[in-house]
């Protein structure tokens, strides 16, 4: 099943319960936490998925762009993520291992994430316990980039290696996903969308997922 992920770094803060309730048509709210030294930017933290999760009800798809995510996986659990994220990149193949245990003891679904220079292969070590792989089509660390097109390879590499596992585990896109790259990724197996700008510059966010659930129709039983 598709599944569409809004990413709430593209929202105003300065009235987040509004957005919150303005995407409510979505299946999940995508949260990236960036920590200015992984990724270049500083976004946000614990307080503000804190005051995410006891405002709504909705899913917490949560993508730590953190160096060393191990010291942030139990936490992050605790305060409300139900999908956490961690980057392949971000630290030793051993404690990454020991990051998705902390999240799985936590009865939690773990995922991890590839930059847009890492092999799909890098996913093999992990696949008898991950829920989520997720490709990135930008470069981490900023909201508004460009689709990279080139991407949509290792999207369908990915696609492969889940399947040769036989678990099901949901294939994630994040950057430049939007109305006309949407199928795209679906066509190439993904089915789980993260579209910032496209649904908060939206000025019908409702209509405006509803318009992007209609383009994926021919891919709902994926």
């Known amino acids: 099943m598709i599944k569409i992920a809004p990413s709430i770094l593209s929202a105003d803060f300065c009235h987040l319960g509004a957005d919150l309730d303005s995407i409510k048509a979505a299946d999940l709210v995508h949260v990236d936490v960036m920590d200015g030294v992984f990724v270049p930017n500083i976004s946000f933290g614990a307080p503000i998925l804190e005051s995410i999760r006891k ?36 630290d030793t193949q051993e404690n990454i291992s020991a990051s998705i245990d902390i999240i799985k003891s936590m009865e939690k679904r773990a995922g991890i994430a590839l930059k847009p220079s890492t092999m799909a292969s890098a996913i ?74 496209g649904v908060f510059e939206a000025a019908d966010r409702e209509k405006y997922i509803e318009e992007l659930r209609g383009n994926l129709k021919p891919y709902f039983e994926i």
């Open 55 to 90: 405002y709504t009800d909705m899913p917490l798809d949560v993508h730590l762009m953190v160096e060393r995510p191990i010291r942030f996986c139990e936490r992050y659990c605790r305060l409300g993520a139900d999908t956490l994220v961690v980057h392949h990149e971000s």
């Open 124 to 197: 093999i070590p992990y696949l008898d316990r991950i829920d989520v792989v997720l490709v990135m089509t930008v470069e981490p660390g900023f909201g508004g980039q460009s689709f990279m097109t080139d991407m949509l390879t290792k999207v369908s590499e990915v696609k492969k290696l889940v399947e040769a596992s036989g678990r099901d585990i949901d294939i994630e896109v994040d950057g430049g996903v939007n109305l006309r790259t949407a199928p795209l990724c679906c066509a190439h197996g993904a089915n789980v969308l993260v579209n910032g700008t």
